[in-house]
């Protein structure tokens, strides 16, 4: 689901905490100082619950204390996740110390996000009136909203976890306090790499693949990457690279069958899309649930991975010149897919990168001569280096033939 309207956040306390008119007092004198249009307070039971609204935006805040924990089942899903085990190792032990909790809420519109309704949604769009908060801008104006309060919440008092529901993380209060303060967009706190893979037999290393939670917000579908010997987080990292091609101005989602990496040429990962029904895995294929993107490792230096369906960086094809030898004999086919490499070099160009189409069975050019090479740098020592600004530095489509 694009742009999801109805976001929230829970953060869980081994305490009683008495400070929630205070987190809104903050947010609504925060907020004050950035816009000229200030939050007016609609609803109130002190220190216990306070609605916001924002007239000129038409965007709605909750702040609501519980004195109760939540309920146990919210939490089936992110605890089924190793990576939820991974970034905070005892929260299940945090889970159980659980007394009270904050939640907070953010969604656009006069009717607080009960438009997520099925009914009431069918209703709306029988009429023609559109969903609120439908926008890319305006679900990115909520998530920073949601930290914000979060984040303020988090200064007054530290929990023990933080729930956060568009990606469905569970973090440690800390940790999630690291995430949220990393401004890009989609970010860490908004993809959750959910890891799977076979057991690995004895003496055997674990193959490990990745599906995302949280790229359908921004993509309409997830990103899966099948088990590889490649380490996860070098993974992460290239998916963090696919989003932030896709979502960049001026971005596009690489094509169906295109590979794409940074211009030292030491990766390449190519793009598959997937219908929902398509079987994917080549071990032990299964039907896609959804509509997904899968990247397929086709190189990766620092982990000496070369894949035999790596098209070799010197088979590199001169797409404004058309060579006959490799090019369809039909007129109009060989029309068509030159237009399709004029239209793919226009899409990588308009964010900066190049466009390169290579063939197995081109004549060998020289190597290029070396690019400089941009290391990756993790943003929060640490932490699992997450934010995949290393690779994201410069990038270019390819089409391997």
Not at 140 to 164: S, T
Request: proline share 11%.
């Amino acid at each position: 689901m694009l742009y999801p309207n109805r976001l929230q956040a829970a953060l869980l306390f081994d305490r009683q905490v008495h400070d929630l008119e205070a987190i809104m007092r903050s947010f609504t004198r925060i907020e004050g100082m950035r816009t000229p249009v200030a939050f007016s307070l609609s609803e109130a039971n002190p220190g216990r619950f306070y609605r916001l609204f924002h007239p000129a935006e038409e965007l709605m805040v909750t702040f609501e204390y519980c004195e109760h924990p939540c309920a146990p089942e919210v939490f089936r899903p992110t605890l089924s996740s190793p990576y939820t085990g991974i970034v905070t190792p005892d929260i299940r032990d945090r889970l159980n110390r659980t007394q009270t909790h904050i939640l907070l809420e953010v969604s656009h519109g006069v009717l607080g996000g009960v438009e997520s309704d099925p009914k009431i949604a069918a209703m709306f769009e029988a009429i023609g009136r559109p969903p609120s908060g439908a926008t890319r801008e305006q679900f990115e104006r909520r998530l920073q909203v949601l930290a914000l309060m979060a984040r303020i919440a988090i200064e007054h008092a530290m929990p023990l976890a933080v729930h956060w529901t568009q990606s469905d993380l569970l973090l440690g209060g800390e940790v999630f306090d690291k995430l949220a303060a990393d401004p890009e967009l989609p970010g860490p706190l908004h993809i959750h790499p959910q890891l799977f893979g076979p057991r690995p037999a004895p003496g055997d290393d674990a193959l490990v693949g990745i599906r995302t939670f949280g790229a359908r917000h921004w993509l309409g579908r997830e990103v899966i990457i099948e088990p590889s010997v490649l380490p996860w987080l070098a993974n992460v990292e290239t998916i963090f690279t696919f989003l932030r091609i896709a979502t960049v101005p001026n971005g596009y989602v690489i094509p169906d069958g295109d590979t794409f990496g940074p211009e030292d040429r030491s990766l390449s990962y190519r793009v598959l899309h997937h219908d929902e029904g398509a079987m994917i895995g080549d071990v032990d294929p299964s039907p896609a649930d959804m509509p997904l993107y899968e990247l397929v490792p086709l190189k990766h230096l620092a982990h000496g991975l070369v894949s035999p369906q790596h098209v070799p960086d010197t088979r590199v094809i001169d797409d404004t010149a058309f060579p006959p030898d490799l090019m369809p004999v039909d007129q109009d086919a060989r029309m068509a897919l030159a237009n399709e490499w004029f239209q793919k070099r226009k899409l990588a160009e308009g964010i900066g990168g190049r466009f390169e189409v290579r063939h197995a069975d081109a004549p060998e050019a020289p190597p290029p001569p070396p690019a400089p090479v941009v290391r990756p740098t993790p943003s929060r020592p640490g932490l699992p280096s997450l934010s995949g600004r290393g690779l994201r530095a410069r990038v270019f489509g390819r089409k391997e033939a």
